[in-house]
């Protein structure tokens, strides 16, 4: 059974940092990625790592957050720094090995 399992959501003051983990079980993807949904808003897509190591970023993260793989844990985190109250939403993880696979996300609250 194919899963892929989010942590290290919470609550942050802007300008903080979280680091969200993901671990993949049941097989092994190639491409693995982040993306939001913020309330009343579409899933957006936010970061991506191809291969463990290409990666790409939204524009709104870029400079302040970081995808990084270790692939022998199966585990793909998002470091995020200096958050902004805009960066407030569910974070999913997504896996791709020919078929998407999506984690049931972790919340992300950034507010004083």
């Known amino acids: 059974q194919v899963q892929l399992v989010e942590s290290g959501g919470g609550l942050v003051q802007p300008g903080g940092s979280l680091r969200l983990s993901c671990v993949a079980s049941?097989?092994?993807?190639?491409?693995m990625g982040w993306y939001r949904q913020a309330p009343g808003k579409q899933r957006e897509w936010v970061a991506i790592?191809?291969?463990?190591?290409?990666?790409n970023y939204a524009d709104s993260v870029k400079g302040r957050f970081t995808i990084s793989a270790d692939s022998a844990k199966r585990t793909v985190y998002l470091q995020m720094n200096s958050l902004k109250p805009e960066d407030t939403a569910v974070y999913y993880c997504?896996?791709?090995?020919?078929?998407?696979?999506w984690g049931q996300g972790t919340q992300v609250t950034v507010s004083s």
């Open positions: 997504n896996g791709q090995n020919g078929r998407s696979y």
């Open positions: 049941g097989s092994i993807f190639s491409i």
């Open positions: 790592i191809i291969n463990g190591g290409v990666t």
